[in-house]
């Protein structure tokens, strides 16, 4: 079993900065992609960033050049740091893991999610 936690969120004013991290714990073989989504009252859940195992990056547009997205592999931990935030950035954040549970026999691998975090970002 795979557990992830987030941690970080919270209120913070047009502008200001905030930081969200997420490990992962249980029983596992490795990690792959990890991921940030969110989601705003009555609107989907949407992709924020990605990063590889490896440390490559991918983010949102409404989200480049103001989030950025780490890992530290060696404590199965996602950051994400975040600025300039918006009012529109007011959602609840989930990291979400490509996990790879056991490699023997077979290769078992599976996608878990965090409980969320509320970000909230006033005018």
């Known amino acids: 079993q795979v557990q992830l936690v987030e941690s970080g969120g919270g209120l913070v004013q047009a502008g200001g900065s905030l930081s969200l991290s997420c490990a992962a714990s249980?029983?596992?073989?490795?990690?792959?992609?990890m991921n940030w989504y969110r989601q705003a009252p009555g609107k989907e859940r949407e992709l924020v960033a990605t990063?590889?195992?490896?440390?490559?990056?991918y983010y949102a547009d409404s989200t480049k050049g103001r989030f950025t997205c780490s890992r530290d592999n060696a404590k199965n931990t996602v950051y994400l740091q975040m600025s300039s935030l918006k009012p529109e950035d007011t959602a609840v954040y989930y990291c979400?893991?490509?996990?790879?549970?056991?490699?023997?026999?077979?290769?078992?691998?599976?996608?878990?999610w965090g409980q969320g975090t509320q970000v909230t970002v006033s005018s």
């Open positions: 990063i590889s195992k490896g440390g490559s990056t």
């Open positions: 249980g029983s596992f073989f490795t990690i792959n992609d």
């Open positions: 979400r893991a490509d996990v790879i549970t056991t490699i023997y026999p077979v290769t078992r691998r599976s996608d878990y």
